[in-house]
């Protein structure tokens, strides 16, 4: 299995200017994700209240659990897989938002592997399943594509007054969105906010509806 690095390297040898964002995105410096109490975070929470946006969560908490062994879709003892708190965080996610007065549109999308599925089932209830939304080191020789795919699950107009809710995983979101959301900029649990433009996209901030004290990020490599 290549390492994750070495893919991200490939993928931008092989010169595929669509799998990059446009515009401020790609000028910001790394982001820090805001819970919804602090200035920033109740400005993304005011913008989405608006509607038009993405909303793309990584999956919940994961710390303490197996590293992923298999990356074989459907072999749950092969994955990384959601932490009790994982779970319980995950219970929130849609509550929260409601709470907040953000509305999701149907269906919310999610990734296959377990983590991103039950991250947002138990968040959202029925949700669609979609290759669309793999992990990248579960894409194999399909990796260029699930990358387009985010792109353009990122880039598509949202009609105003609801949000487009995808759930899945941190590193296709660099590779597409770049170093703003690298380090530990996203964290478990948290969503990107992005304005769709069409033909690209920007990265209005992350938002941690549901923080967990100390969490964020687990230690498999």
Same mark, same amino acid.
């Given at each position: 299995m290549?390492? #994750? *690095? %070495?893919?991200? /390297?490939a993928l931008l040898a092989s010169? /595929?200017?669509? /799998? #990059?964002?446009t515009g401020p995105a790609m000028a910001q410096a790394r982001l820090v994700p805001h819970a919804a109490e602090t200035t920033e975070g109740a400005a993304l929470v005011a913008r989405l209240r608006q509607g038009g946006l993405v909303m793309f969560f990584r999956h919940a908490d994961t710390? =303490?659990? @197996?590293? $992923? *062994? %298999?990356y074989r879709i459907g072999d749950r003892p =092969?994955? #990384? @897989?959601? %932490?009790?708190?994982?779970r319980a965080q995950s219970a929130r996610i849609g509550p929260r938002l409601a709470e907040l007065g953000i509305a999701v549109a149907r269906p919310v999308l999610a990734g296959p592997v377990f983590r991103a599925r039950d991250t947002a089932e138990l968040a959202f209830g029925v949700?669609?399943?979609?290759? %669309?939304?793999?992990? $990248?080191?579960?894409?194999? =020789? #399909?990796?260029?594509w699930v990358l387009a795919e985010h792109r353009r699950l990122f880039s598509a107009p949202v009609p105003p007054g609801t949000n487009r809710v995808l759930v899945g995983h941190r590193t296709p979101a660099i590779m597409v969105a770049g170093d703003p959301v690298g380090g530990?900029?996203?964290?478990? =649990?948290?969503?990107l906010v992005l304005a769709p433009r069409g033909d690209g996209f920007e990265v209005l901030g992350i938002l941690d509806p549901v923080p967990l004290p100390g969490g964020g990020f687990h230690e498999c490599g």
């Open positions: 290549p390492d #994750r *690095r %070495s893919l991200l /390297l010169g /595929l200017p669509a /799998l #990059r964002a710390r =303490g659990e @197996n590293c $992923d *062994r %298999s =092969g994955q #990384r @897989n959601l %932490s009790p708190e994982g949700v669609e399943i979609t290759d %669309s939304l793999l992990a $990248d080191d579960y894409a194999g =020789g #399909r990796l260029g530990r900029a996203f964290p478990e =649990g948290a969503a």
